[in-house]
């Protein structure tokens, strides 16, 4: 009976011990973060050419954009970069969450479905040097500025 009880203390010790040993393998482990050169290079873009390469992505995704108004990097989510690019299309007006992996892939959702997805709320930190207006289209508030200083 003893040595029945001695065997059911050393397997409960060895459990517990191997427990431990793996919460502190667990503490111990380096977080890896992968990271790409299109992830790196769409970070020192110009506000156009952001622009330019946040509409591909839409529309490589079977999306539309006609013309990016406001853009910016929101937030890293895991190995991947989340952008944000506001598209006016017309009278429709919508925001795209953009997703940059370190292989150069893009993910695109609309913003409005991002907060229920337990994703990073679509909130510009970081805007690019320049305009979005540098490539010839002008806003009707930059033609009359333009106007009214030729006047």
């Known amino acids: 009976m003893k040595r029945m009880l001695l065997i059911a ?8 011990a ?13 977080a890896i973060k992968v990271r790409g050169p299109e992830q790196n290079r769409l970070h020192e873009l ?4 952001l622009a330019i390469a946040l509409k591909r992505a839409i529309y490589d995704a079977g ?6 108004t ?6 890293e989510y895991q190995n991947l970069d989340m952008w944000m690019a506001h598209c006016v299309d017309g ?7 953009i997703f940059t992996g370190p292989d150069g892939s893009a993910q695109v959702r609309d913003c409005k479905d991002v907060p229920a ?3 990073p709320a679509c909130n510009i930190k970081k805007r690019p040097a320049g305009s979005f207006s540098d490539a010839g289209t ?3 508030a930059e033609n009359k500025a333009t106007e009214n200083k030729a006047d």
């Open 46 to 49: 110009s506000a156009i050419d």
């Open 138 to 140: 002008t806003t009707a």
């Open 63 to 68: 999306y539309t954009c006609k013309r990016v």
């Open 70 to 75: 406001d853009a910016g990097f929101v937030a």
């Open 18 to 30: 191997c427990n431990d040993q793996s919460q502190q393998q667990a503490n111990n482990m380096t």
């Open 117 to 119: 997805s337990g994703l």
């Open 91 to 97: 009278k429709l007006i919508r925001d795209w969450a």
């Open 9 to 16: 203390a050393s397997a409960a010790f060895a459990l517990v």
